[in-house]
């Protein structure tokens, strides 16, 4: 059981470039998240999902697309990145089932993104 | 709305030190609490939990009692380890919604 796997580890893109982060659990959770965490700050929501096909905005998603065609997987599509998306991305799962409010949320290792 | 309040950090502490982070919510319902720690260079992974008023979480020494009536969940540890140097942050969830709602984690490093 590997809980929420993220690739890659580690990337550095040029502004314009796309690219995708993968995520992955092996959980057959419901529901799942994608966060960014800007040096020194807390966690701002980009997309979440809670089941495949089902996907919804978050506080942050300018910049961002989603998909969710299957249950463990949940990739992040960033678009013409910029500076400002120069982040570390993490992917996060939880059960969601009724009684959702008492799942814990698991969290990938994350993926560290620089834009120049 | 929903929201969670951290103390501010950063927070230095000696080791065998006591260690109060304190945490705030507001919620439209009734929500479970979290405490979840990020060492660092890793993803978040839970410290404790509670579920529902008066329940305590507990895990490692650490310990957070559900206190409805001040709307709080203070995390708490007798005696801090150089290991507990890390970034903590306070959550809550909803029965009737789908996300976590974080506070802005609050930095602890425990000194020699």
């Known amino acids: 059981n590997a809980g929420v796997t993220q690739t890659p580890k580690f990337r550095i893109l040029k502004i314009g470039q796309s690219m995708t982060l993968q995520c992955t659990q092996d959980?057959?959770?419901?529901?799942m998240y994608w966060y960014r965490q800007d040096p020194g700050m807390g966690l701002k929501l980009i997309y979440y999902?809670?089941?495949?096909?089902?996907?919804d905005k978050g506080e942050v998603p300018n910049g961002y697309n989603v998909s969710r065609s299957t249950t463990e997987d949940f990739p992040l599509r960033l678009e013409l990145a910029a500076p400002s998306q120069t982040s570390v991305y993490f992917c996060?799962?939880?059960?969601?089932?009724?009684?959702?409010?008492?799942?814990?949320?698991?969290f990938g290792p994350g993926t560290r993104l620089t834009v120049l | 709305g929903n929201s969670v309040t951290q103390m501010e950090g950063p927070v230095t502490l000696s080791e065998e030190a006591f260690l109060t982070i304190n945490c705030t919510y507001t919620?439209?319902?009734?929500?479970?609490l979290f405490w979840y720690v990020q060492y660092p260079g890793e993803g978040l992974q839970l410290l404790l939990k509670?579920?529902?008023?008066?329940d305590k979480g507990s895990n490692k020494g650490f310990e957070a009692t559900y206190r409805k009536e001040t709307t709080s969940f203070h995390l708490e540890k007798g005696s801090v380890q150089v290991s507990d140097s890390a970034v903590y942050f306070c959550?809550?969830?909803?029965?009737?919604?789908?996300?976590?709602?974080f506070g802005t984690g609050t930095s602890l490093t425990v000194i020699p």
């Open positions: 996060a799962s939880r059960r969601g089932a009724s009684g959702r409010g008492t799942d814990t949320q698991y």
């Open positions: 959980m057959n959770h419901n529901y």
């Open positions: 999902s809670v089941g495949a096909g089902i996907t």
């Open positions: 919620a439209t319902g009734y929500p479970s």
């Open positions: 509670a579920t529902k008023a008066d």
């Open positions: 959550a809550l969830a909803l029965n009737t919604g789908n996300q976590f709602y």
